[in-house]
């Protein structure tokens, strides 16, 4: 019988649990490297030191130190990255990287403004804890549990230890939710003790977000933040949002009892006023921005950070809309702009002062802005994706220079080519890329055609000798597929990435090409075991399990069999009508078949004890508790015949 557990269930930040052992050492920078690297001091503005001035104002604080679990494992070391403080930028890191990992290496509590506290730098995201009346109200409590507890406690240490009344979920990303039993439990919110507040749409993205391609967006992942690689200064020194994501890590979801719902909406929490501003299908499918009029204090949840945000992030997502994203911008500018005093965010450090706020919203929205409307005139110009991209090098001067507008999270080559996804689709237009080669047939025929693997590694060797190491990337690519097992072709294409990784702005661009390099020389790290986080896969409801079940038939294995089943969850009182045609399962809630092949009744909590494997289907079949008429053999085997997802599959190599 298959598992049903759903491995990267809104895990997709969550990479950092399954460290390679002892990974192979970076190798050092080349001259190239370094003069390239070199040349960006003097590109930005690197005297202006008031982001370094902002980001330690107000630290009642510091953290750090190390977070660790139940089992005594470390879920957060801040001491890791202790090679970054005081030091300039190696020639293995790009100076405006290392100047972001700088200011995210400033962590612990910090007064945003009196009643108003932040907590930055125990993951990858803030937590925001405003004094009311009587009690706490957090907003965003970090991805889990013993990094948002570790951060309370040290709120506690400096303030009066008030409960906390209500916790906001700004939106539906699991850095912004995953900690909540860290901080408050579920049975004070079932007392309404504790609200717990969100955006209309909040739980289903948040749970669904991740599920059908989590095993992908899993993997991918594990490049983006860089999970595999030391922390140093030729591995991992930032995820361009913050630091990085927790290890060993206990994530969590307490379902909303309070939803936002109007465009405006203004609510009373412990004599603290808020005015939800919803900002839906901008970073995240379900946001919300909250302006606190009596503390002149404006949250701008994810939505205006200090950096270039993704459009459409490395690790897979749906893309999002720019165009959207600057409106809503606007919108907050305008109803905003003239009344913050003070603006935060749920990453970074804040802004303050009017005049700054204003310059702050206007570019952020003009650079989302630009994405879209530029991008869009080069396609009605006939320019396809990559071309795209070469010829929009930079922001117009004004934003390029801004250091918030930066290419740390996501980057200008890569939104504009998301951009064009979103209107044009994968296809350029070119009917010779229409339907390409795969990568293996491709490299054998590329490599043939160049002379053979010793005419493409002398080509490659010459384009790194000077430099060329986009090109010597694109021809050890081929070689690499056509001939995974040649040794030279992996050493020099792991060494080329390397060094492109050591000249990206990008952290996500650094983390990936060092991934590459590092996957290249090692192997692909055996995936290992572990749970799924509990409350997410409790939140699935059974339209998502069915969802997940189909993208795990093989169809073409199945396509003769032909099934239909009805499937009765008595402790929810919901029917569910299965039809499997064509290898293909489609369901129908709230529905039956008059003739069915298989009826199914179990409860849901059954289904969810299966899903964490507590048990398994086959047993509970067995002693009863699932009920089974008819056809039972037929529903076992395609059950027992799943695809399981391949956690750690290759991306450098075929």
Not at 237 to 264: E, Q, Y
Request: glycine residues 8%; charged residues 25%.
């Amino acid at each position: 019988m298959p598992s049903f557990r759903l491995s990267a269930l809104a895990l997709a930040l969550i990479v950092s649990s399954a460290h390679a052992e002892a990974p192979v050492a970076g190798k050092p920078a080349t001259e190239i490297t370094r003069e390239r690297n070199q040349a960006w001091l003097q590109r930005l503005p690197f005297s202006d030191r008031a982001d370094f001035d902002n980001a330690r104002r107000g630290l009642i604080e510091p953290f750090t130190g190390v977070v660790e679990n139940a089992e005594g494992q470390p879920v957060w070391n801040r001491m890791a990255y202790n090679f970054l403080d005081g030091n300039d930028a190696p020639a293995s890191v790009n100076p405006s990287l290392w100047r972001m990992a700088q200011l995210n290496n400033i962590a612990g509590l910090f007064e945003v403004r009196e009643r108003v506290y932040q907590v930055r730098g125990l993951d990858l995201s803030n937590m925001t804890i405003i004094e009311g009346d009587s009690g706490l109200i957090l907003i965003d409590p970090l991805i889990s549990t013993e990094t948002a507890r570790a951060g309370l406690e040290l709120y506690y240490k400096h303030r009066p230890r008030k409960p906390v009344l209500a916790v906001i979920y700004s939106h539906s990303h699991v850095d912004h939710f995953g900690g909540v039993r860290g901080v408050i439990n579920e049975a004070d919110v079932k007392a309404g003790k504790v609200q717990v507040i969100a955006p209309e749409g909040f739980y289903e993205h948040a749970v669904s977000e991740n599920v059908l391609a989590g095993p992908a967006m899993m993997r991918r992942a594990q490049y983006m933040y860089g999970a595999l690689l030391p922390r140093d200064e030729r591995g991992q020194v930032d995820s361009g949002l913050g630091k990085g994501t927790p290890s060993n890590a206990t994530v969590t979801l307490i379902a909303p009892t309070v939803l936002i719902s109007k465009a405006l909406e203004t609510r009373s929490i412990d004599g603290v006023e808020i005015e939800f501003q919803l900002t839906p299908g901008t970073e995240a499918p379900a946001e919300m921005n909250m302006y606190f009029p009596q503390f002149k204090t404006l949250c701008m949840a994810e939505n205006a950070t200090h950096t270039q945000h993704n459009v459409l992030t490395l690790r897979g997502a749906l893309v999002r809309d720019s165009k959207v994203w600057a409106h809503y911008l606007d919108k907050a500018l305008v109803r905003y702009g003239d009344k913050a005093e003070v603006l935060f965010a749920q990453h970074h450090w804040p802004t303050w002062g009017g005049s700054e706020i204003r310059d702050y919203l206007a570019d952020q929205r003009d650079m989302y802005a630009f994405l879209d409307s530029q991008t869009l005139r080069l396609i009605n110009q006939g320019l396809t994706p990559t071309e795209i991209a070469a010829r929009l090098e930079s922001l117009p001067p004004r934003l390029a220079s801004k250091w918030y507008s930066r290419d740390y999270y996501g980057s200008l080559s890569h939104n504009v080519r998301a951009v064009y996804q979103r209107y044009m689709g994968f296809y350029d237009g070119n009917p010779a890329n229409l339907d390409p080669l795969p990568p293996e047939d491709a490299g054998r025929r590329y490599v043939a055609a160049m002379g053979g693997a010793e005419a493409v590694l002398l080509n490659a060797r010459q384009a790194f000798s000077v430099g060329e190491y986009r090109w010597a990337a694109q021809l050890l690519n081929h070689l690499v597929f056509a001939e995974p097992n040649n040794e030279a072709a992996r050493e020099l294409q792991a060494d080329t990435l390397e060094q492109l990784g050591y000249q990206s702005e990008s952290a996500t661009w650094r983390n990936v090409y060092l991934s590459g390099a590092l996957e290249l020389r090692q192997g692909v790290t055996e995936a290992r075991s572990r749970n799924g986080a509990p409350d997410m896969i409790r939140a699935l409801t059974p339209s998502m399990f069915f969802d997940y079940l189909a993208v795990r038939i093989d169809a073409m294995k199945a396509a003769d069999e032909d099934l239909l089943i009805n499937w009765r969850f008595t402790d929810l009182g919901e029917d569910y009508a299965l039809t499997l045609r064509n290898g293909v399962l489609t369901q129908r809630k709230d529905s039956r078949h008059a003739q069915a092949d298989i009826n199914v009744s179990m409860t849901k909590a059954l289904l969810d004890r299966i899903a964490l494997k507590e048990t398994g289907f086959l047993k509970e079949a067995t002693i009863g508790d699932i009920e089974i008429e008819g056809g039972r053999l037929k529903l076992l085997k395609l059950l027992g015949g799943m695809d399981e997802p391949n956690p750690q599959f290759n991306l450098v190599s075929p």
